[in-house]
């Protein structure tokens, strides 16, 4: 499973850092992505990292604010989200490729995900 954590309230031009803890034996060979959904819309795709987190992809719209990285002895992806606006206002979720799977924005490639946390940013 996944479990995704570090959300919460901000002002907008502040910054979160969301954790994302892996409780699957193949975590070091699957990709990690973020998604998130905003009330009324569809999830949409934020960032993606490799399975050797050589190979990151941004979302057009967070791209230069957020960063993925992955620590792969702990189990855990992360989203630095600095420089945060309004419209960034969501529910974030992560999620796991199968095993050596390409990364990439569709959700199709994820298998795994996690139960998502609420970021809130206020202008």
């Known amino acids: 499973q996944l479990q995704a954590s570090g959300g919460g309230s901000v002002q907008a031009g502040g910054s979160l850092r969301l954790s994302c803890a892996a409780s699957?034996?193949?975590?070091?060979?699957?990709?990690m992505g973020w998604f998130r959904q905003a009330p009324g819309k569809e999830r949409e795709f934020v960032a993606t990292?490799?399975?050797?987190?050589?190979?990151?992809l941004y979302a057009d719209s967070v791209k230069g604010r957020f960063t993925i990285s992955r620590d792969n002895p702990k189990k855990k992806v992360y989203l630095q989200m600095n420089s945060l606006k309004p419209e960034d206002t969501a529910v974030y979720y992560c999620?796991?490729?199968?095993?050596?799977?390409?990364?990439?924005?569709?959700?199709?490639?994820?298998?795994?995900w996690g139960q998502g946390t609420q970021v809130t940013v206020s202008s």
């Open positions: 999620a796991a490729t199968p095993p050596a799977a390409i990364v990439g924005r569709e959700m199709a490639l994820y298998d795994y």
């Open positions: 699957v034996r193949t975590f070091s060979s699957r990709g």
């Open positions: 990292i490799s399975w050797k987190g050589g190979s990151t």
